[in-house]
């Protein structure tokens, strides 16, 4: 008696994204990024390219980075058709979506440039090749591989709604965006090397919010307030009124126009925490910048 056993499975794979991120104003990719493109496109895998999302950050008009994004896609759709029929094709219902700046996905701006490309890797069907059995006494169910044939196949894929792959992270909010007139808000991580008004570089996405509302808001107003930690009485350096000319000057050589600002020093005389404070933490919450809403 003739045994015929056929055996078959299929490698299943699931939808990935990769993020390839652009600098300030450009629509094309820095050295960095080109390299980290480029080692991501010529992996060795088969992929199907299911959506391609493109975003900026607030900088500029709406028509101005809605254009960006595309040029930013633009980019990354060519360089992509480089590689078709031999290790990427693009989806039947390929969908293209620039979402300029109307969506901000994440805090830091530079997070926002960039493109995001959800694709999947193409399963492949591995098929056992015929295993005949002539005698059957021999075969007593034990399964005998051998080399297997790997034939490519292509899966039916839902491709999914590009405002549904939108970074799950959450939309970021601006902490400036509900205040008002008569709103004091802290400057949270603001932070200055010591007895200047210089800022430590960690420092930057915070004054980047404190910009980003001001663009935002062009009838807006502020008094930018100064304190200071640890010493009672006056503020001998004035470092407080140092710090709060900082923020003001950095407003302005971002394009705020100056009659939008003032600025004041209050030195130690509005403690958060009783000076002297017990901890570092509370000397770091007396320290501080403060933005205090005139007009909106």
Known sequence: MKYVLLLFGLLLSAQEKASFYFDFDQNTFNPKQNELFLTWLNKDENREILVINGYCDWYGTFDYN???AYERINTVHEQLKTKVNSSIFFSE????KGFGERVQTRKERRYNRRVDVFY???PKKVVLKEVVYDDPVVYTGQVIN???EVI???EIIQVPDTDDLIDPVGLYKNPYATAKVGDKLVMNNLYFYDRSGIFVPESLPVMEELLEFMVTHPKVKIEIQGHICCQLGEDPED?????AIAVHNYLVANDIDDSRLQYKSFGSTQPIHKIPEKNEKERNENRRVEILILEN
Do not use: S
């Not at 470092?239 to 710090?243: C, F, W």
């Open 66 to 68: 809605d254009t960006l």
């Open 93 to 96: 219902n390929l969908k293209i």
């Open 120 to 122: 999947t890797v193409v």
């Open 146 to 148: 051998k080399d297997p």
């Open 152 to 154: 490519e196949t292509k």
């Open 239 to 243: 470092i407080a009124l140092v710090r």
